[in-house]
């Protein structure tokens, strides 16, 4: 199993420690926050498009085409009514010149079945519960 740590620097800052990498999250000035990183719900739209931006290109690779040019964007919104949740996350892939125009409807499946959209779609278990040496 992987595991990520985060622990509370100040506010609504915190470190984030992912192998041996490091970023902050944070709140924006907005929301009372320092503005030091993204906020947790934009690292979670981030990792989707990520995670599409990444099965794009491994589809252009596997078939020879040079990914230069492949940008993926998103525009996303929180939903209107509880639980307080991404509501609406829209996609789009800015493909590279050199792909054919034969090739589009197969990129655009072996993107839509990335990790990240396969866990939306087919979600995971998810526990919360308190650590030991927590203070009664």
């Known amino acids: 199993m992987e595991h990520i740590r985060v622990d509370h620097v100040d506010g609504h800052q915190f470190a984030v420690q992912i192998r041996d990498h490091s970023l902050t999250v944070d709140q924006p000035e907005s929301a009372g926050g320092g503005d030091a990183g993204p906020t947790p719900t934009e690292l ?3 990792g989707l498009v990520a995670c599409v931006a990444h099965y794009a290109r491994a589809y ?3 078939h020879g085409i040079d990914a230069a ?3 993926v964007t ?3 919104s929180m939903a209107d009514d509880r639980p307080a949740r991404v509501g609406t996350v829209t996609i789009g892939i800015e493909a590279p010149a050199g792909l054919p125009p034969e090739r589009y409807d197969a990129l655009l499946a072996v993107a ?3 990790t990240v959209h396969n ?3 087919t979600p995971p278990t ?3 519960g308190l650590s030991a040496g927590v203070a009664a």
């Open 112 to 114: 839509s079945h990335c």
């Open 119 to 121: 866990s939306l779609v």
């Open 44 to 46: 979670f739209v981030a």
């Open 60 to 62: 252009l690779a596997r």
């Open 69 to 71: 040019g492949l940008a």
């Open 74 to 76: 998103a525009d996303w």
């Open 126 to 128: 998810v526990t919360i």
